[in-house]
T-cell receptor
Framework: AQSVTQLDSQVPVFEEAPVELRCNYS??????LFWYVQYPNQGLQLLLK??????LVESINGFEAEFNKSQTSFHLRKPSVHISDTAEYFC??????????FGQGTRLTINP | DVKVTQSSRYLVKRTGEKVFLECVQD?????MFWYRQDPGLGLRLIYF???????EKGDIPEGYSVSREKKERFSLILESASTNQTSMYLC????????????FGDGTRLSIL
């Protein structure tokens, strides 16, 4: 069985500051890892995913995440955030089954 | 783009009513899922289906049932709604490959009075 822990329920940062949203997982098998973003009053959208290969994956809007197998982590980072990044972010893991296991979510708040 | 459409954005029902939440996807995905989302708890899987007329229980199936008569449509049924089922409900679909992401609808915010 897999599990996901997002270590921060809320992260407030100032605009143009860097941010890291932390995600740790546990699994006894090889995993696929995902970050989803949920803007207010919307469903979840895929932000980026790790399937295999390079451990650093990037999204089109400047986010990146690094798969660290030894630390079982998949932290999400952005070097400079914008007001429009205000959203809730979910880390998820798939261990080969059809289901995803989600973390509890991290609410990112950007202050001007 | 994949489109997952949930029939209602907001719904208000009374305790004891039978409630239907409908979800339609247009990308011929085999898998469909129903989640509920509550603050601090993330997304919890209620039921999923990998084929027509097939269903599997998720983590919190009690009080819910599902129906999948056509590949593109997956319905969630609250047999007798209770106030503790007030929540945001999200539908998702995906291909029958674990490495493929799930695509979500915009959600239905259900209030049971």
């Amino acid at each position: 069985a897999q599990s996901v822990t997002q270590l921060d329920s809320q992260v407030p940062v100032f605009e143009e500051a860097p941010v890291e949203l932390r995600c740790n997982y546990s699994s006894s098998v090889s995993v696929y890892l995902f970050w989803y973003v949920q803007y207010p009053n919307q469903g979840l959208q895929l932000l980026l995913k790790y399937l295999s290969g390079s451990t650093l994956v990037e999204s089109i809007n400047g986010f990146e995440a690094e798969f660290n197998k030894s630390q079982t982590s998949f932290h999400l980072r952005k070097p400079s955030v914008h007001i429009s990044d205000t959203a809730e972010y979910f880390c998820a893991v798939s261990g080969g089954a059809q289901k995803l296991v989600f973390g509890q979510g991290t609410r990112l708040t950007i202050n001007p | 783009d994949v489109k997952v459409t949930q029939s209602s954005r907001y719904l208000v029902k009374r305790t004891g009513e039978k409630v239907f939440l409908e979800c339609v996807q247009d990308m011929d995905h085999e898998n469909m899922f129903w989640y509920r989302q509550d603050p601090g708890l993330g997304l919890r899987l209620i039921y999923f289906s990998y084929d027509v007329k097939m269903k599997e229980k998720g983590d919190i199936p009690e009080g819910y049932s599902v129906s999948r008569e056509k590949k593109e449509r997956f319905s969630l049924i609250l047999e007798s709604a209770s106030t503790n089922q007030t929540s945001m409900y999200l539908c998702a679909s995906s291909l029958l490959v674990p490495s493929q992401p799930q695509h979500f609808g915009d959600g239905t915010r259900l209030s049971i009075l």
